[in-house]
């Protein structure tokens, strides 16, 4: 059983039926109002007035003024995966672009969260405040992308992903790292990935430099928290009726936000999340596989969002009773105060229309009577203390009494489908180089140590590496983001070269004297060179240190791997040219046979070696350093419209231990490939990423 919560354990012992799923993670908040239901006498539902009542003075709820952090007044949350291509410039983020979008197509945003790390983490030394501060144009560019975002009056999270612990270390604390990062660029809060508990040491920290900072756990906090922070995300427990979520029972000024990545049906999350006045989170892009919210869901969203914030306050009624009768069993409806007004969320979860729906209102209720989501006035019945509406099969619905309309104008466009199409399997097939490279060729081809594969019929068998949690799907299965399966592939390779080692960075050093090339942005660009006084953007005099021209050249992209490989009028080799050449004709698991052995390769240090440290770890054609080392990249970019990525091979020296969410590192077998996501710029150039290429013959 997963840990529980201790005040959630004594409501279970005193009312079992009401905490059906006690001891499930996930789970374990969503009360069972069905007792409550069938208890006509109404003394169970007095019972929980009094629980509740001492539950918020247990709690330091009932003597807090209203909640002003961050967190008030956010309805839905969109997460950025920076990674998405159709908001990336050369040198920065379309921000105006992404929130003319957002608003077009799902009503606006009240707060995002910017995602930079997972699952690049762990390819290389560098953190997840690295991946910050590498982004195109960097911090200053991070601090104009919040600055856009308020001026839209839009809430900011950074990412923080506390598990990230195996990989460079800060010179202080990851606490006074964030506060920094927050000071830095006027973000408004945190989330809080993979947890659901505060940190009350990072609180503390972080409120020193903000006071309304946000901290936003990924995960339903414990109920101890609700003093503390503002709101969290309600992640993989969809309060379908008769549930309802304890958190916004006991403190309805808490602000949820109810996400199911994996979804690919979120009506009943949208119907269930309305009828509880809780909000939503956007994710399409879940980490590189693409999820997107249909014409119906978007609308969906957009009208009971316009609801949500137009009438926010009765969402924050500390009164508001669940599932109050309607004379249908099915059809839900949730009672919310403001003075002498009061609103109903209504949702009829039933196969059939239901037309006379019966509320009874509270004894003193306003005048005035509207039904809200179809734009009309009701009428009550003759005693004036009931009235009747209609709702067809799976419709939400919202009435008022006491209340005016305020203005409201519930939405009728969906937005831009084509921006929401889903994504097939073909839009994975992969795409050569597309850049337009303009270097020189050498003369002639060079004198190159190479190895002869003859041509054959091949059966690629790849995969993923199991160990680590990933997501972001395959080119070849996108049923789901942990998807990892790709099946055997046959090829007919023509014969071909390839170099018998990585490039070393003697050997680039030759192509950038040779060439002049400099690519366009230079963030990161050979980051571990020497470069002579004034000459830091003139990358043809710069030099790798002495002891270091026959270890393999890395801090490149794979456009600055594909520039060389073009002066060498060669190419990158296909991930089957790749695996070929590394497994033999025998389809080894390791370039040197079925049994690993770490004698064979630098698949554990703090750097790279030359790349004929290891001639006992020669593949069965000879080819070294197909293990460990470096990763390579391979000629294998794929673009599905919104996330460019890349496979790389090989595995590298850097071993990144202490989380399963960290990318697959060190010694990696022939078959394994790794999913590269690429943004842009200095991001994409890794100290532990090298490659080297393949020449067809003539004809």
Same mark, same amino acid.
Request: glycine share 10%; with cysteine.
């Given at each position: 059983?997963?840990?529980? $919560?201790?005040?959630?354990?004594?409501? *279970?012992?005193?009312?079992?039926?009401?905490?059906?799923?006690?001891?499930?993670?996930?789970?374990?908040?969503?009360?069972?109002?069905?007792?409550?239901?069938?208890?006509?006498? #109404?003394?169970?539902?007095?019972?929980?007035?009094?629980?509740?009542?001492?539950?918020?003075?247990?709690?330091?709820?009932?003597?807090?003024?209203?909640?002003? $952090?961050?967190?008030?007044?956010?309805?839905?949350?969109?997460?950025?995966? /920076?990674?998405?291509? &159709?908001?990336?410039?050369?040198?920065?983020?379309?921000?105006?672009?992404?929130?003319?979008?957002?608003?077009?197509?799902? #009503?606006?945003?009240?707060?995002?969260?910017?995602?930079?790390?997972?699952?690049?983490?762990?390819?290389?030394?560098? =953190?997840?405040?690295?991946?910050?501060?590498? %982004?195109? +144009?960097?911090?200053?560019?991070?601090?104009?992308?919040?600055?856009? %975002?308020?001026?839209?009056?839009?809430?900011?999270?950074?990412?923080?992903?506390?598990?990230?612990? +195996?990989?460079?270390?800060? #010179?202080?604390?990851?606490?006074?790292?964030?506060?920094?990062?927050?000071?830095?660029? +006027?973000?408004?809060?945190?989330?809080?990935?993979?947890?659901?508990?505060?940190?009350?040491?990072?609180?503390?920290? /972080?409120?020193?430099?903000? !006071?309304?900072?946000?901290?936003?756990?990924?995960?339903?906090?414990?109920?101890?928290?609700?003093?503390?922070?503002?709101?969290? @995300?309600?992640?993989?427990?969809?309060?379908?009726?008769?549930?309802?979520?304890?958190?916004?029972?006991?403190?309805?000024?808490?602000?949820?936000?109810?996400?199911?990545?994996?979804?690919?049906?979120?009506?009943?999350?949208?119907?269930?999340?309305?009828?509880?006045?809780?909000?939503?989170?956007?994710?399409?892009?879940?980490?590189? @596989?693409? &999820?997107?919210?249909?014409?119906?869901?978007?609308?969906?969203?957009?009208?009971?969002?316009?609801?949500?914030?137009?009438?926010? $306050?009765?969402?924050?009624?500390?009164?508001?009773?669940?599932?109050?009768?309607?004379?249908?069993?099915?059809?839900?409806?949730?009672? @919310?105060?403001?003075?002498?007004?009061?609103?109903? !969320? /209504?949702? =009829?979860?039933?196969?059939?229309?239901?037309?006379?729906?019966?509320?009874?209102?509270?004894?003193?209720?306003?005048?005035?009577?509207?039904?809200?989501?179809?734009?009309?006035?009701?009428?009550?019945?003759?005693?004036?203390?009931?009235?009747?509406?209609? %709702?067809?099969?799976?419709?939400?619905?919202?009435?008022?009494?006491?209340?005016?309309?305020?203005?409201?104008?519930?939405?009728?466009?969906?937005?831009?489908?084509?921006?929401?199409?889903?994504?097939?399997?073909?839009?994975?097939?992969?795409?050569?180089?597309?850049?337009?490279?303009?270097?020189?060729?050498?003369?002639?081809?060079?004198?190159?140590?190479?190895?002869?594969?003859?041509?054959?019929?091949?059966?690629?068998?790849?995969?993923?590496?199991? $160990?680590?949690?990933?997501?972001?799907?395959?080119?070849?299965?996108?049923?789901?983001?942990?998807?990892?399966?790709?099946?055997?592939?046959?090829?007919?390779?023509?014969?071909?070269?390839?170099?018998?080692?990585?490039? !070393?960075?003697?050997?680039?050093?030759?192509?950038?004297?040779?060439?002049?090339?400099?690519?366009?942005?230079?963030? &990161?660009?050979?980051?571990?060179?020497?470069?002579?006084?004034?000459?830091?953007?003139?990358?043809?005099?710069?030099?790798?240190?002495?002891?270091?021209?026959?270890?393999?050249?890395? @801090?490149?992209?794979?456009?600055?791997?594909?520039?060389?490989?073009?002066?060498?009028?060669?190419?990158?080799?296909?991930?089957?040219?790749?695996?070929?050449?590394?497994?033999?004709?025998? +389809? =080894?698991?390791?370039?040197?046979?079925?049994?690993?052995?770490?004698?064979?390769?630098? #698949?554990?240090?703090?750097?790279?070696?030359?790349?004929?440290?290891?001639?006992?770890?020669?593949?069965?054609?000879?080819?070294?350093?197909?293990?460990? =080392?470096?990763?390579?990249?391979?000629?294998?970019?794929?673009?599905?419209?919104?996330?460019?990525?890349?496979?790389?091979?090989?595995?590298?020296?850097?071993?990144?231990?202490?989380?399963?969410?960290?990318?697959?590192?060190?010694?990696?077998?022939?078959?394994? *490939?790794?999913?590269?996501?690429?943004?842009?710029?200095?991001?994409?150039?890794?100290?532990?990423?090298?490659?080297?290429?393949?020449?067809?013959?003539?004809?």
């Amino acid at each position: 059983m997963d840990a529980v $919560d201790p005040i959630l354990e004594r409501v *279970h012992r005193q009312l079992p039926s009401m905490v059906p799923r006690y001891g499930k993670r996930w789970e374990q908040y969503l009360l069972s109002w069905q007792p409550v239901t069938e208890d006509l006498s #109404g003394s169970l539902r007095r019972t929980l007035h009094t629980l509740r009542h001492d539950l918020r003075q247990e709690l330091g709820l009932s003597s807090r003024d209203e909640k002003s $952090d961050a967190d008030s007044g956010i309805s839905v949350e969109h997460l950025w995966f /920076l990674y998405e291509k &159709n908001y990336i410039g050369e040198n920065g983020f379309h921000v105006e672009k992404y929130l003319a979008d957002r608003q077009a197509d799902f #009503g606006g945003v009240d707060a995002v969260c910017l995602w930079q790390s997972y699952p690049r983490l762990g390819l290389d030394h560098r =953190n997840q405040f690295d991946y910050y501060r590498d %982004l195109p +144009g960097g911090l200053p560019e991070l601090t104009r992308v919040v600055r856009v %975002l308020h001026a839209s009056e839009v809430k900011v999270f950074l990412n923080y992903n506390p598990w990230d612990s +195996g990989t460079r270390r800060e #010179g202080g604390s990851d606490a006074d790292t964030i506060a920094g990062f927050l000071e830095t660029t +006027g973000a408004d809060g945190v989330f809080l990935d993979t947890i659901e508990g505060v940190d009350r040491t990072l609180l503390e920290r /972080l409120r020193k430099t903000r !006071t309304d900072v946000a901290v936003s756990p990924e995960l339903i906090p414990p109920l101890s928290d609700l003093a503390a922070i503002g709101g969290s @995300w309600q992640q993989f427990a969809t309060p379908i009726p008769p549930s309802v979520l304890f958190h916004k029972w006991l403190d309805p000024r808490f602000r949820l936000r109810l996400v199911d990545r994996a979804s690919r049906d979120r009506v009943e999350q949208l119907s269930a999340g309305f009828l509880h006045g809780t909000g939503q989170v956007v994710w399409e892009n879940v980490f590189g @596989w693409w &999820n997107p919210w249909s014409d119906a869901e978007r609308l969906l969203l957009k009208r009971t969002t316009s609801i949500l914030r137009t009438f926010d $306050d009765f969402f924050r009624d500390p009164d508001w009773e669940p599932y109050v009768p309607t004379g249908h069993a099915g059809v839900h409806a949730m009672e @919310w105060h403001c003075g002498d007004a009061v609103l109903y !969320t /209504l949702f =009829n979860g039933t196969a059939e229309s239901c037309h006379d729906v019966e509320i009874t209102l509270p004894e003193k209720s306003g005048s005035g009577l509207f039904d809200l989501w179809h734009g009309r006035e009701l009428f009550r019945s003759k005693g004036g203390r009931t009235f009747t509406c209609s %709702l067809a099969a799976g419709e939400v619905g919202c009435v008022v009494a006491g209340s005016t309309p305020r203005d409201l104008v519930l939405p009728e466009d969906s937005g831009d489908s084509r921006r929401h199409r889903p994504v097939t399997l073909s839009a994975y097939r992969r795409r050569e180089a597309l850049r337009s490279l303009t270097v020189g060729r050498r003369k002639d081809g060079g004198d190159r140590d190479m190895v002869g594969i003859g041509a054959e019929r091949y059966v690629m068998k790849v995969r993923r590496s199991c $160990d680590p949690l990933m997501e972001g799907g395959t080119y070849a299965d996108i049923s789901a983001p942990t998807a990892k399966a790709v099946p055997d592939r046959s090829f007919r390779l023509s014969d071909y070269a390839i170099d018998r080692a990585p490039v !070393t960075k003697a050997s680039f050093q030759e192509f950038l004297q040779a060439s002049g090339y400099r690519p366009p942005n230079l963030d &990161n660009f050979l980051r571990d060179w020497l470069r002579p006084a004034g000459s830091e953007k003139e990358p043809d005099s710069w030099a790798p240190a002495k002891d270091k021209r026959s270890h393999p050249v890395t @801090w490149v992209s794979l456009d600055d791997a594909r520039a060389y490989a073009a002066w060498a009028r060669m190419t990158l080799p296909t991930e089957a040219q790749w695996q070929r050449a590394a497994e033999g004709p025998h +389809g =080894n698991t390791w370039p040197w046979g079925d049994a690993f052995d770490p004698s064979r390769c630098n #698949g554990d240090s703090s750097d790279t070696t030359p790349v004929d440290a290891f001639q006992q770890g020669a593949s069965a054609d000879g080819c070294l350093d197909m293990c460990g =080392n470096v990763w390579e990249w391979t000629e294998s970019e794929r673009d599905d419209g919104h996330t460019r990525y890349v496979m790389v091979r090989g595995g590298c020296h850097l071993r990144v231990l202490g989380s399963p969410w960290y990318t697959a590192s060190g010694p990696q077998p022939c078959n394994v *490939h790794e999913k590269v996501p690429l943004l842009g710029g200095g991001i994409d150039r890794l100290s532990t990423v090298g490659f080297r290429c393949v020449r067809q013959p003539p004809g």
